[in-house]
């Protein structure tokens, strides 16, 4: 069973910087993406990035490309957002997930969920 537990999330001022930690486990995940999704409150799920598991090409939303970048660690099974540069509207629920697609610019093409770890962004 796929697992994927998120960790690192807090509360910051605007400007700082704040790394997520995805952990996975319960397969082999080449030739899957991992994505990062957000969301709001009161908002839908907003995709964030998301990385190639195999190859590590990568990919983000044009409103953190520039302030966040994906990582992998393939020993360790875990992917990495950082953030820098954080702003109040990043504030949200990120979401860990992945999908067998090559891809997963849309939300709805993950399969498997983290639980979650919160971010808020002070003024």
């Known amino acids: 069973q796929v697992q994927l537990v998120e960790s690192g999330g807090g509360l910051v001022q605007a400007g700082a910087s704040l790394r997520l930690s995805c952990a996975a486990s319960g397969r082999t995940f080449s030739g899957y993406t991992m994505g990062w999704v957000r969301q709001a409150p009161g908002k839908d799920r907003e995709f964030v990035g998301a990385?190639?598991?195999?190859?590590?090409?990568?990919y983000y939303a044009d409103s953190v490309k520039g302030r966040f970048t994906i990582s992998r660690d393939i020993a360790k099974n875990t992917v990495y957002l950082q953030m820098n540069s954080l702003k109040p509207e990043d504030t949200a629920v990120y979401y860990c997930a992945t999908t067998p697609t090559y891809g997963g610019s849309r939300t709805d093409e993950y399969t498997f969920w983290g639980q979650g770890t919160q971010v808020t962004v002070s003024s």
């Open positions: 990385i190639n598991w195999a190859g590590g090409a990568t």
